[in-house]
């Protein structure tokens, strides 16, 4: 099993809802990732977790909160999002923190 | 921070021909990766690469550490090589993977 699954694939939010992004691998991965990408831009790194810390945050706002409940799950609570927040969510997993990188396929979010 | 520079930033082939893409970057590397992006926002690792050359199918890479440049080469394009290709590189040590701005591959049927 060579896959990360996230869900949803589609969010639609208003400025005061609260949602979450889950993020799902089974590859016995250490090191999980999630990523920002607007349209045609390269993915932004918001947050790493190593052996299920939090070992980079990437000056990311507070209104958004990762969590890693163990090591095969990684979430992203969304709360007061902005407009400018609408993006595709990209989750990603590795071994290790200089391994190969696997995606998953994505949250397209619109914030309205 | 390390700098990622890829050409060209778009590219039109014909279904059949070759291409080289290239990933230049400003500082010494021990992890370099290759995606692509489809039109459908999926990536895909196809290579991690921080020195040496490897083949997989279509689609061979070579870098060239002490130069600071790596090449990606797809041979003999489809329709479905389309999308953005990305070189993605951390400089030595613990550190995250910075990704260049992308190549925007368009193959033509």
């Known amino acids: 099993d060579t896959e990360v699954t996230q869900t949803p694939k589609h969010l639609v939010m208003g400025m005061t809802n609260k949602k979450s992004l889950k993020c799902e691998q089974h590859m016995g991965h250490r090191a999980m990732y999630w990523y920002k990408q607007k349209a045609k831009k390269p993915p932004e790194l918001m947050f790493v977790?190593?052996?299920?810390?939090?070992?980079i945050n990437e000056s990311v706002p507070s209104r958004f909160s990762p969590e890693c409940p163990n090591s095969s799950l990684l979430n992203l609570h969304l709360h007061a999002l902005q407009p400018e927040d609408s993006a595709l969510y990209l989750c990603?997993?590795?071994?290790?923190?200089?391994?190969?990188?696997?995606f998953g396929s994505g949250t397209q979010l619109s914030v309205l | 921070g390390i700098q990622v520079e890829q050409s060209p930033p778009d590219l039109i082939l014909q279904e059949g021909a070759n291409s080289t893409l290239r990933c230049n970057f400003s500082d010494s590397v021990n992890n370099l990766q290759w995606f692509h992006q489809n039109p459908w926002g999926q990536l895909i690792n196809l290579f991690y690469?921080?020195?040496g050359t490897k083949q997989n199918g279509r689609l061979s890479a070579t870098t060239v550490a002490t130069e600071r440049y790596s090449l990606l080469y797809i041979s003999s394009s489809q329709t479905t090589d389309s999308g953005v290709y990305f070189c993605a590189v951390a400089p030595s040590g613990n550190t995250p993977l910075v990704f260049g701005k992308g190549t925007r591959l368009s193959v033509i049927a």
């Open positions: 990603a997993s590795s071994q290790g923190r200089v391994e190969k990188l696997f």
């Open positions: 690469i921080p020195s």
């Open positions: 977790y190593s052996y299920e810390k939090l070992s």
